[in-house]
């Protein structure tokens, strides 16, 4: 079993969404939380991070479309992806790491989830 749990991959259309989750255990709640992607021809990229307080980060191309969110109670945090585009098609990784984002490698990995978007 993997020690992050993630779900909500699939297919979808271009312009359409979709959330991916991913269940940590609980101690890491207060750990620096964040999601990656590999696609076609690209190594593998970090698309945001989310802090225990809140604060987040990310990256260039995910910036006004992909949202990071968590939820403490469910020991879950999200990502929302708006405006599919067919180049965002590739496997997402949820991660964790027990310090501050920014600041250490990543540990912790979930098993991936794919996302196709289609045109």
């Known amino acids: 079993q993997a020690q992050l749990v993630e779900s909500g991959g699939g297919a979808v259309q271009a312009g359409g969404s979709l959330t991916l989750s991913c269940v940590v255990p609980e101690r890491h709640s207060s750990y620096c939380k964040g999601w990656f992607r590999q696609t076609p021809g690209h190594e593998r990229e970090e698309v945001a991070s989310?802090?225990?307080?809140?604060?987040?980060t990310y990256s260039d191309f995910a910036k006004g479309r992909f949202h990071i969110s968590q939820d403490e109670d469910k020991r879950t945090h999200y990502l929302r992806m708006d405006s599919l585009k067919v180049e965002d098609t590739g496997t997402y990784y949820c991660?964790?790491?027990?310090?501050?984002?920014?600041?250490?490698?990543?540990?912790?990995w979930g098993q991936g989830t794919q996302v196709t978007v289609s045109s």
């Open positions: 991660a964790t790491h027990p310090w501050v984002c920014g600041t250490a490698d990543f540990n912790s």
């Open positions: 989310i802090e225990q307080d809140g604060t987040r």
